[in-house]
Nanobody, 120 residues
Framework: QVQLVESGGGLVQPGGSLRLSCAAS????????MYWYRQAPGKQREMVAR???????NYVDSVKGRFTISGDNALNTVYLQMNSLKPEDTAVYYC??????????????WGQGTQVTVSS
């Protein structure tokens, strides 16, 4: 199995920055892609950013130009650099891995989430 642990959340003022980290561990054969999702109170979980093992990154429109996803070559560790934060970015942020743990098939693994609060 693959375990994911997020870190780096916290309270920040509007316009500030945070960097989230997600570390994958356990039995990892390969990771095809890593994702950051977020869920605000009363809202559905939405994908914020993803990075594939070829380095291609994609973002939801609301964070383009402000957030940057990056990771090591094996995607065992990924980061989400969040700049120019807005109150509407307040949410629990989750890391997800599209991973293969035994060389057979890929499945989704989720972290526990880290709270990001943007407020003055």
């Amino acid at each position: 199995q693959v375990q994911l642990v997020e870190s780096g959340g916290g309270l920040v003022q509007p316009g500030g920055s945070l960097r989230l980290s997600c570390a994958a561990s356990g039995r990892i054969f390969a990771i095809k892609g890593m994702y950051w999702y977020r869920q605000a109170p009363g809202k559905q979980r939405e994908m914020v950013a993803r990075i594939q093992n070829n380095g291609v990154a994609n973002y939801v429109d609301s964070v383009k130009g402000r957030f940057t996803i990056s990771g090591d070559n094996a995607l065992n560790t990924v980061y989400l650099q969040m700049n120019s934060l807005k109150p509407e970015d307040t949410a629990v942020y989750y890391c997800k891995a599209d991973a293969n743990s035994d060389g057979t098939y890929y499945t989704d693994y989720w972290g526990q989430g880290t709270q990001v609060t943007v407020s003055s």
